[in-house]
């Protein structure tokens, strides 16, 4: 139950009142599309899919990292809050791992920096998966397919260290790179309607602002925002979410809080309160709901929040403002956003080695 990834649909607009400059709206035609990566090593690969989907990672058989990445729902899982080890509950949004190998930082609070490390936290995890590593890496060792697995991946034995290189490995390979937008940007003139090229213009221009922090080919600069987003009112007064939430706090070594505090609690600096990390935006069509924790349905309803200038807090950036959009207009944008689902190739849950 890897915890990837996205602040929530982070600042689709984080704009100010100024009109487009033209410069800036053709700038965004010079952007390079988005490059497919190398692949990993295929045995590696193959381990790591086998890992991905097997119940055994977690402490009583029945969690498996697929369980809240599902490849068909964009690997997200399309509900408000992630699920949680059975009799608990999570308090976050699920991230989508779909182009996952293209970042730095991970979590909606950033607190991983890599791949590997990602893929450990929720497995050891008291609400995600439950289970020791080394008792993992014991449980592995004693299926004769897993130490063959292993030894053609990595020449060698079980260990957690390669447990979750090869989680990383698979991951890897879950990539889009043919969105209509980056086919228009290799030069294919038709993969953008005229009303999808409006909304890129809506987009990328000083008045949208979204690109602010959706910024570059990948549409992240992987920084931190407040956008005013409300918490859920099951997850401040339902227990067992309140539970979650002040336990990961406090193994943070930080007192309990009645919000999520996002960023501040990696950073704890004052200003990153209630702060989350802006995801990347491609399929953002097929990732709803949005935000950290789910509270936005649809991506017409994101345009709406944007356009109002966002939510209400203390906290919130000054980027947002009210945008004061058209009927027209949002609706382009939206068509805009709808252009930046590609395709991935299907993933399907192999036999469990040793069943």
Same mark, same amino acid.
């Given at each position: 139950?890897?915890?990837?990834?996205?602040?929530?649909?982070?600042?689709?607009?984080?704009?100010?009142?100024?009109?487009?400059?033209?410069? *800036?709206?053709?700038?965004?035609?010079?952007?390079?599309?988005?490059?497919?990566?190398?692949? =990993? !090593?295929?045995?590696?690969?193959? $381990? @790591?899919?086998?890992?991905?989907?097997?119940?055994?990672?977690? @402490?009583? @058989?029945?969690?498996?990292?697929?369980?809240?990445?599902?490849?068909?729902?964009?690997?997200?899982?399309?509900?408000?809050?992630?699920?949680?080890?059975?009799?608990?509950?999570?308090?976050?949004?699920?991230?989508?791992?779909?182009?996952?190998?293209?970042?730095?930082?991970?979590?909606?609070?950033?607190?991983?920096?890599?791949?590997?490390?990602?893929?450990?936290?929720?497995?050891?995890?008291?609400?995600?998966?439950?289970?020791?590593?080394?008792?993992?890496?014991?449980?592995?060792?004693?299926?004769?397919?897993?130490?063959?697995?292993?030894? #053609?991946?990595?020449?060698?034995?079980?260990?957690? !260290?390669?447990?979750? #290189?090869?989680?990383?490995?698979?991951?890897?390979?879950?990539?889009? *790179?043919?969105?209509?937008?980056?086919?228009?940007?290799?030069?294919?003139?038709?993969?953008?309607?005229?009303?999808?090229?409006?909304? #890129?213009?809506?987009?990328?221009?000083?008045?949208?602002?979204?690109?602010?922090?959706?910024?570059?080919?990948?549409?992240?600069?992987?920084?931190?925002?407040?956008?005013?987003?409300?918490?859920?009112?099951?997850?401040?007064?339902?227990?067992?979410?309140? *539970?979650?939430?002040?336990?990961?706090?406090?193994?943070?070594?930080? #007192?309990?809080?009645?919000?999520?505090?996002?960023?501040?609690?990696? %950073?704890?600096?004052?200003?990153?309160?209630?702060?989350?990390? *802006?995801? =990347?935006?491609?399929?953002?069509?097929?990732?709803? =709901?949005?935000?950290?924790?789910?509270?936005?349905?649809?991506?017409?309803?994101?345009?709406?929040?944007?356009?109002?200038?966002?939510?209400?807090?203390?906290?919130?950036?000054? $980027?947002?403002? =009210?945008?004061?959009?058209?009927?027209? !207009?949002?609706?382009?944008?939206?068509?805009?956003?709808? %252009?930046?689902?590609?395709?991935?190739?299907?993933?399907?849950?192999?036999?469990?080695?040793?069943?």
């Amino acid at each position: 139950m890897i915890r990837v990834f996205y602040a929530g649909l982070l600042f689709l607009l984080c704009g100010s009142f100024a009109y487009a400059n033209p410069a *800036t709206v053709a700038s965004w035609k010079k952007l390079a599309p988005l490059a497919a990566l190398q692949q =990993p !090593e295929a045995a590696k690969v193959a $381990l @790591g899919q086998a890992l991905f989907f097997d119940r055994r990672l977690s @402490g009583d @058989g029945t969690v498996s990292c697929a369980v809240c990445h599902i490849p068909d729902e964009a690997f997200a899982d399309g509900q408000k809050i992630s699920a949680a080890y059975p009799t608990n509950k999570h308090w976050r949004h699920t991230l989508s791992l779909l182009n996952v190998a293209y970042l730095d930082i991970f979590f909606w609070d950033g607190r991983s920096r890599s791949l590997e490390n990602q893929a450990l936290g929720p497995i050891h995890s008291s609400f995600e998966m439950n289970l020791n590593p080394r008792f993992l890496v014991a449980k592995l060792r004693e299926i004769p397919a897993y130490r063959q697995l292993f030894q #053609a991946a990595w020449g060698g034995e079980v260990s957690i !260290e390669r447990i979750v #290189a090869a989680l990383a490995a698979f991951q890897q390979t879950l990539q889009i *790179t043919d969105a209509p937008f980056d086919r228009y940007l290799a030069g294919d003139q038709q993969a953008l309607s005229a009303q999808a090229q409006r909304g #890129a213009e809506i987009f990328f221009s000083e008045r949208g602002g979204c690109s602010r922090c959706h910024s570059g080919s990948l549409l992240t600069n992987q920084g931190y925002y407040n956008l005013g987003i409300e918490e859920l009112p099951a997850l401040v007064s339902d227990p067992q979410h309140r *539970t979650t939430r002040n336990f990961f706090l406090a193994e943070l070594g930080l #007192a309990e809080m009645d919000r999520d505090p996002g960023y501040y609690a990696i %950073s704890r600096r004052s200003k990153d309160l209630g702060a989350f990390r *802006t995801p =990347p935006l491609r399929q953002v069509e097929e990732t709803a =709901p949005y935000m950290h924790n789910g509270s936005i349905a649809s991506l017409r309803e994101v345009i709406e929040f944007f356009n109002r200038g966002g939510g209400d807090d203390p906290n919130k950036s000054a $980027l947002l403002k =009210p945008l004061n959009l058209s009927a027209a !207009e949002k609706q382009d944008l939206e068509i805009f956003l709808r %252009s930046l689902t590609g395709t991935y190739q299907p993933v399907r849950a192999p036999r469990p080695p040793g069943e």
